[in-house]
């Protein structure tokens, strides 16, 4: 099956990476890969021609930190601090949580994030297994893993908690590499060495990616200094054999400049998470500094708890204001730079190559953007618009591996119906 996508702007990417932005072309998708970005008239024939006037073609965004069963605590606990936050509010709420209620919370902010162009996303909670069924069944791309977490020196290893994280990422495998099997540290807060050493070892020997909480707040960052002679969390983890080019770390607020060099040296990738940040008022991360460096920077929501929703146009829009206001220069971070981390370098860090660019080879993870509604007009600078002007709702087509999941408030492999009053019943059940 191919489809010819026409008529649209396109984001394409160049031969030497750089995005550009092409009038007067179309895209040929071939199953699950593009087979032709160019002029119109030079196109191959296709099975079916979509008229995408009036949309820009963009690389389908990828969410690099999400816990997205977390829909079902959206925005509760609103303006309490971190740790009351924490105990009083999504505590007791996850601890009620079955499989069901995960199976049905990831639907929810799948739909949010197929409806609002998120073509592939991290995620981190409980019951993997129901997500990877939610993954799989839904069509969007995904890294899925069992949360590492470990409360004592000895106890299990080599069976409990640790043997469940091996299982899930040696035994969950999807043919065509769409949803993807990891490894995940919660954090160092929440592990103990001989654990930490122990997952790096196994990561190592199967090949996976891996995923980390790392100093997000300033209090974890200090506690992990007291705790470790004074090694950062990052200087910790790699101490432990971690770090390297198939990790990544969700928000690194707190980094310091020597943390900065072993991230770089080890190749090791960031999920900025901007929303989640200010509204937990953790601070946030240096990332004008990691990109100076060279280190790769993807982007996240984090959870609805703390953000609240999943769209990652606001994300684009926060990163890249934070940044500049907070180096006090409006000429860091262009917008073709926060599109390449919402996009291919987050596909990076999740150990995809072969996704985030619109180029031919790559899987077909597109999304058109409509520039129908008064705020995308005038269009003087299509990247400038993406990131500033455009918003999640201006999605009118979401497509992964060639398939259009999400069109103009239709969702091909999803019950919208049915989600919906299956999360009423499980918010009935939790909140009561
Ligand atoms: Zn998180």
Redesign the pocket.
């Known amino acids: 099956m191919s489809i010819k996508l026409s008529g649209g702007i396109i984001l394409a990417t160049g031969e030497n990476g750089e995005f550009q932005v092409l009038e007067g072309s179309c895209i040929v998708v071939n199953g699950k890969y593009i087979e032709y970005i160019g002029p119109e008239n030079e196109a191959p024939a296709a099975d079916e021609v979509k008229d995408m006037k009036g949309r820009i073609l963009m690389p389908g965004i990828v969410n690099s930190?999400?816990?997205g069963p977390m829909t079902l605590l959206r925005g509760i606990g609103g303006g309490l601090a971190l740790q009351e936050w924490l105990t009083t509010a999504i505590f007791p709420i996850e601890d009620k949580l079955i499989p069901e209620d995960v199976r049905i919370g990831e639907v929810w902010a799948v739909m949010e994030m197929l409806a609002s162009g998120v073509t592939c996303v991290s995620e981190?909670y409980d019951f993997p297994e129901q997500m990877w069924q939610v993954l799989k069944e839904t069509g969007i791309k995904g890294n899925v893993s069992r949360v590492g977490l470990s409360f004592s020196d000895t106890e299990e290893i080599p069976a409990g908690r640790f043997k469940e994280c091996v299982d899930f990422a040696e035994n969950f495998k999807d043919e065509d590499d769409r949803v993807l099997s990891e490894f995940c540290l919660h954090s160092e807060y929440l592990t103990k060495e001989p654990f930490v050493k122990r997952i790096a070892e196994a990561n190592k020997s199967l090949h996976k990616t891996m995923n980390i909480?790392v100093s997000?707040t300033k209090l974890e960052h200090e506690e992990c200094k007291a705790r470790h002679n004074g090694l950062t969390p990052v200087q910790y983890l790699e101490k432990c054999g971690i770090l390297d080019e198939r990790t990544y770390g969700?928000?690194c607020v707190w980094v310091e400049k020597e943390d900065l060099d072993i991230m770089k040296d080890k190749k090791f990738s960031v999920a900025f998470?901007p929303s989640?940040n200010c509204k937990l008022a953790s601070g946030f991360a240096p990332i004008n500094d990691m990109l100076a460096k060279g280190i790769n920077v993807g982007i996240?929501t984090?959870?609805t708890a703390?953000n609240d929703n999943l769209n990652m146009f606001e994300e684009l829009h926060l990163g890249s204001l934070l940044i500049k206001n907070s180096a006090k220069d409006a000429t860091v971070l262009n917008a073709e730079t926060v599109l390449k981390m919402a996009t291919v370098n987050g596909a990076k860090a999740l150990g995809r190559n072969d996704t985030g660019e619109l180029k031919v080879g790559k899987r077909a993870d597109i999304i058109a953007v409509s520039m129908d509604k008064p705020h995308m007009y005038p269009a003087f600078d299509i990247m400038n618009l993406l990131v500033y002007s455009a918003q999640g709702s201006d999605v009118v087509m979401t497509m992964v591996d060639g398939n259009i999941l999400y069109e103009n408030g239709i969702y091909m492999t999803i019950d919208a119906e049915k989600a919906k009053a299956d999360m009423k019943s499980s918010v009935l059940r939790l909140y009561k």
Do not use: I, L, P, V
Request: proline share 0%; glycine share 14%.
């Open positions: 930190h999400c816990h981190m909480h997000e969700a928000h998470n989640s996240g984090d959870g703390s």
